[in-house]
């Protein structure tokens, strides 16, 4: 059974960064499209960026994009998001998601019903 573990989350001050993991564990990284998704309170779950092996393809949600960065790390199964210069607007759950339509991030890689495989979440909190 696959599962979808997150960690790297925690309180950091604004500009700062951090630095979050999805370890994909059961399966195959390549088998995979990953997704990052975030929700805050009272607001809908936002997708931020996508990754596949498919074409080493990676999408991201223009708002955000000039300021994370997703990557893979093969041989731990494990996808990085990377996050830079985060603002109290940041703060929220982060998620990872799975599936196993590797061309996903092709398309509707920022909706959450795409994806058939979800991790607990890490929560970010971004203040001073």
């Known amino acids: 059974q696959l599962q979808l573990v997150e960690s790297g989350g925690g309180l950091v001050q604004p500009g700062g960064s951090l630095r979050l993991s999805c370890e994909v564990i059961?399966?195959?990284?390549?088998?995979?499209?990953i997704g990052w998704f975030r929700q805050a309170p009272g607001r809908e779950r936002e997708g931020l960026t996508c990754?596949?092996?498919?074409?080493?393809?990676?999408k991201y949600t223009d708002s955000v994009k000039a300021r994370i960065t997703v990557s893979r790390g093969d041989a731990e199964n494990t996808v990085y998001l990377q996050m830079d210069n985060l603002e109290p607007e940041d703060t929220a759950v982060y998620y990872c998601?799975?599936?196993?339509?590797?061309?996903?991030?092709?398309?509707?890689?920022?909706?959450?019903?795409?994806?058939?495989?979800w991790g607990q979440g890490t929560q970010v909190t971004v203040s001073s």
């Open positions: 998601a799975a599936d196993t339509d590797r061309k996903l991030c092709y398309s509707d890689f920022y909706q959450p019903w795409a994806y058939n495989t």
């Open positions: 990754i596949s092996s498919f074409t080493d393809n990676t």
């Open positions: 059961g399966f195959p990284l390549d088998d995979y499209a």
